[in-house]
Protein backbone atom coordinates (compact mmCIF):
# COMPACT_ATOMS: atom_id res chain seq x y z
CA UNK A 1 0.00 0.00 0.00
CA UNK A 2 1.57 3.58 -1.20
CA UNK A 3 1.17 6.53 0.99
CA UNK A 4 -1.46 7.85 -0.25
CA UNK A 5 -3.73 4.94 -0.12
CA UNK A 6 -2.24 4.26 3.81
CA UNK A 7 -3.86 7.75 4.33
CA UNK A 8 -6.73 7.22 2.90
CA UNK A 9 -7.16 4.65 4.57
CA UNK A 10 -6.44 6.20 8.12
CA UNK A 11 -8.99 8.66 7.14
CA UNK A 12 -11.78 6.39 6.15
CA UNK A 13 -11.13 4.60 9.65
CA UNK A 14 -11.41 7.27 11.79
CA UNK A 15 -14.37 9.09 10.32
CA UNK A 16 -16.37 6.39 10.26
CA UNK A 17 -15.44 5.88 14.12
CA UNK A 18 -16.75 9.16 14.95
CA UNK A 19 -19.76 8.87 12.74
CA UNK A 20 -20.76 6.14 15.52
CA UNK A 21 -21.40 8.55 18.01
CA UNK A 22 -23.65 10.98 16.21
CA UNK A 23 -27.60 10.23 17.29
CA UNK A 24 -30.02 10.26 14.56
CA UNK A 25 -31.40 13.18 16.44
CA UNK A 26 -28.16 14.77 15.45
CA UNK A 27 -28.85 13.26 11.86
CA UNK A 28 -32.19 14.95 11.68
CA UNK A 29 -31.05 18.68 12.46
CA UNK A 30 -28.23 18.21 10.40
CA UNK A 31 -30.64 16.92 7.64
CA UNK A 32 -32.44 20.08 7.92
CA UNK A 33 -29.07 22.12 8.32
CA UNK A 34 -27.86 21.03 4.86
CA UNK A 35 -31.36 22.77 3.37
CA UNK A 36 -30.95 25.69 4.79
CA UNK A 37 -27.23 26.06 3.81
CA UNK A 38 -27.88 25.07 0.26
CA UNK A 39 -30.67 27.82 0.73
CA UNK A 40 -28.03 30.29 1.92
CA UNK A 41 -25.57 29.48 -0.88
CA UNK A 42 -28.27 29.92 -3.28
CA UNK A 43 -28.73 33.60 -1.89
CA UNK A 44 -24.61 34.19 -1.97
CA UNK A 45 -23.64 32.33 -4.97
CA UNK A 46 -24.49 33.56 -8.51
CA UNK A 47 -23.20 30.60 -10.33
CA UNK A 48 -25.29 27.94 -8.22
CA UNK A 49 -28.25 30.29 -8.10
CA UNK A 50 -28.21 30.64 -12.14
CA UNK A 51 -27.24 26.48 -12.46
CA UNK A 52 -30.20 25.58 -9.94
CA UNK A 53 -32.81 27.71 -11.85
CA UNK A 54 -31.73 26.05 -14.92
CA UNK A 55 -31.66 22.43 -13.54
CA UNK A 56 -33.93 19.84 -14.39
CA UNK A 57 -32.53 16.62 -12.45
CA UNK A 58 -30.32 16.75 -9.34
CA UNK A 59 -28.03 13.17 -8.76
CA UNK A 60 -28.66 13.16 -4.85
CA UNK A 61 -28.13 9.97 -2.53
CA UNK A 62 -29.58 8.31 0.34
CA UNK A 63 -27.47 8.66 3.58
CA UNK A 64 -25.99 5.33 5.37
CA UNK A 65 -24.22 4.51 8.63
CA UNK A 66 -24.19 8.41 9.94
CA UNK A 67 -23.42 9.87 6.19
CA UNK A 68 -24.98 13.69 6.43
CA UNK A 69 -28.99 12.82 4.90
CA UNK A 70 -30.08 14.93 2.24
CA UNK A 71 -33.45 14.07 2.65
CA UNK A 72 -34.88 17.56 3.49
CA UNK A 73 -32.84 18.73 0.58
CA UNK A 74 -33.73 15.98 -2.45
CA UNK A 75 -37.58 17.12 -1.23
CA UNK A 76 -37.21 20.95 -1.96
CA UNK A 77 -35.66 20.25 -5.42
CA UNK A 78 -38.60 17.99 -5.81
CA UNK A 79 -41.01 20.81 -4.73
CA UNK A 80 -38.73 23.16 -6.79
CA UNK A 81 -39.52 20.85 -9.89
CA UNK A 82 -36.30 18.73 -10.49
CA UNK A 83 -36.00 15.79 -10.57
CA UNK A 84 -34.14 13.71 -8.19
CA UNK A 85 -32.04 10.77 -9.18
CA UNK A 86 -30.79 8.09 -6.57
CA UNK A 87 -27.59 6.05 -7.84
CA UNK A 88 -28.33 2.44 -8.21
CA UNK A 89 -25.00 -0.14 -8.11
CA UNK A 90 -25.06 -1.87 -11.55
CA UNK A 91 -21.38 -4.42 -11.27
CA UNK A 92 -18.51 -2.04 -10.92
CA UNK A 93 -20.43 0.87 -12.49
CA UNK A 94 -22.87 3.35 -11.14
CA UNK A 95 -26.31 4.80 -12.74
CA UNK A 96 -29.02 7.10 -11.59
CA UNK A 97 -32.68 6.93 -11.81
CA UNK A 98 -35.99 9.16 -11.21
CA UNK A 99 -36.94 8.43 -8.03
CA UNK A 100 -40.35 10.59 -7.10
CA UNK A 101 -41.30 8.96 -3.56
CA UNK A 102 -38.11 7.71 -2.30
CA UNK A 103 -39.86 6.57 0.71
CA UNK A 104 -41.72 4.12 -1.33
CA UNK A 105 -39.37 3.83 -4.13
CA UNK A 106 -35.51 2.59 -2.57
CA UNK A 107 -34.41 -0.74 -1.26
CA UNK A 108 -31.36 -2.18 0.32
CA UNK A 109 -28.79 -2.20 -2.56
CA UNK A 110 -25.80 -5.03 -2.18
CA UNK A 111 -23.75 -2.49 0.21
CA UNK A 112 -26.80 -2.39 2.22
CA UNK A 113 -27.37 1.27 0.62
CA UNK A 114 -31.18 2.34 -0.63
CA UNK A 115 -31.23 2.24 -4.11
CA UNK A 116 -33.61 2.20 -6.74
CA UNK A 117 -35.21 -1.24 -7.52
CA UNK A 118 -33.97 -0.98 -10.98
CA UNK A 119 -37.95 -1.06 -12.67
CA UNK A 120 -37.25 2.76 -13.82
CA UNK A 121 -34.81 3.42 -16.56
CA UNK A 122 -31.58 4.84 -16.29
CA UNK A 123 -31.15 8.69 -16.52
CA UNK A 124 -29.69 9.75 -19.51
CA UNK A 125 -25.42 11.15 -17.96
CA UNK A 126 -26.17 14.19 -19.91
CA UNK A 127 -29.32 15.23 -18.77
CA UNK A 128 -28.08 15.72 -15.05
CA UNK A 129 -27.72 18.95 -14.24
CA UNK A 130 -26.45 18.64 -10.48
CA UNK A 131 -24.51 16.46 -8.46
CA UNK A 132 -24.98 15.90 -4.67
CA UNK A 133 -22.25 13.92 -3.19
CA UNK A 134 -21.65 12.30 0.09
CA UNK A 135 -18.07 11.60 1.13
CA UNK A 136 -15.90 10.17 3.84
CA UNK A 137 -13.80 13.97 4.10
CA UNK A 138 -13.17 16.64 1.72
CA UNK A 139 -10.58 19.53 1.76
CA UNK A 140 -11.24 23.95 0.67
CA UNK A 141 -10.34 22.81 -2.77
CA UNK A 142 -12.90 20.38 -3.18
CA UNK A 143 -11.37 17.22 -3.00
CA UNK A 144 -13.15 14.08 -2.03
CA UNK A 145 -12.52 10.63 0.07
CA UNK A 146 -15.34 8.34 -0.92
CA UNK A 147 -15.96 5.14 0.64
CA UNK A 148 -13.25 3.45 -1.19
CA UNK A 149 -14.92 1.33 -4.47
CA UNK A 150 -14.56 4.42 -6.76
CA UNK A 151 -18.14 4.59 -8.15
CA UNK A 152 -18.45 7.99 -8.07
CA UNK A 153 -15.21 8.28 -10.00
CA UNK A 154 -15.36 6.31 -12.44
CA UNK A 155 -18.76 7.55 -13.25
CA UNK A 156 -17.88 11.02 -13.10
CA UNK A 157 -15.18 10.00 -15.96
CA UNK A 158 -17.32 9.07 -18.09
CA UNK A 159 -18.36 12.53 -18.94
CA UNK A 160 -16.14 14.27 -21.62
CA UNK A 161 -14.00 17.28 -20.02
CA UNK A 162 -16.48 20.50 -19.71
CA UNK A 163 -19.43 18.70 -19.75
CA UNK A 164 -19.65 17.06 -16.28
CA UNK A 165 -22.55 18.54 -14.03
CA UNK A 166 -21.96 20.52 -11.04
CA UNK A 167 -20.54 18.47 -8.29
CA UNK A 168 -21.54 19.71 -5.00
CA UNK A 169 -19.71 18.20 -1.74
CA UNK A 170 -22.22 17.38 1.03
CA UNK A 171 -20.16 16.96 4.58
CA UNK A 172 -20.26 17.83 8.39
CA UNK A 173 -17.58 20.35 9.82
CA UNK A 174 -15.71 17.55 11.40
CA UNK A 175 -15.55 15.53 7.78
CA UNK A 176 -13.21 18.78 6.65
CA UNK A 177 -9.83 18.32 6.32
CA UNK A 178 -6.65 20.47 5.44
CA UNK A 179 -5.88 18.38 2.41
CA UNK A 180 -7.22 15.03 1.02
CA UNK A 181 -4.55 12.53 -0.39
CA UNK A 182 -5.36 12.19 -3.90
CA UNK A 183 -4.81 10.61 -7.09
CA UNK A 184 -5.22 11.26 -10.77
CA UNK A 185 -8.46 9.48 -10.94
CA UNK A 186 -10.04 11.63 -8.06
CA UNK A 187 -12.30 14.31 -9.40
CA UNK A 188 -12.99 16.81 -6.92
CA UNK A 189 -16.18 18.50 -5.98
CA UNK A 190 -17.01 22.35 -7.24
CA UNK A 191 -18.38 23.33 -4.13
CA UNK A 192 -18.69 21.88 -0.88
CA UNK A 193 -21.80 22.45 1.94
CA UNK A 194 -20.37 21.92 5.11
CA UNK A 195 -22.69 21.85 8.13
Do not use: H
Request: proline share 6%; hydrophobic share 40%.
Amino acid sequence: MNDIEWEKTRIRSQVREYRKLITGQELDQYDRDLLDAFKDALKTDKDLKKAFDAARAVAVYKAVGGELPCDALAAYMRKEGKKTLYPLVKGDDMVFIDVTDPDKELVPGRFGIPEPDGGKGVFENGKIDIVIMPGIAFDPEGNRLGQGKGFYDRWLASFPEGKRPLLIGACMEYQMMGLIPVNTSDIPADMVLCI
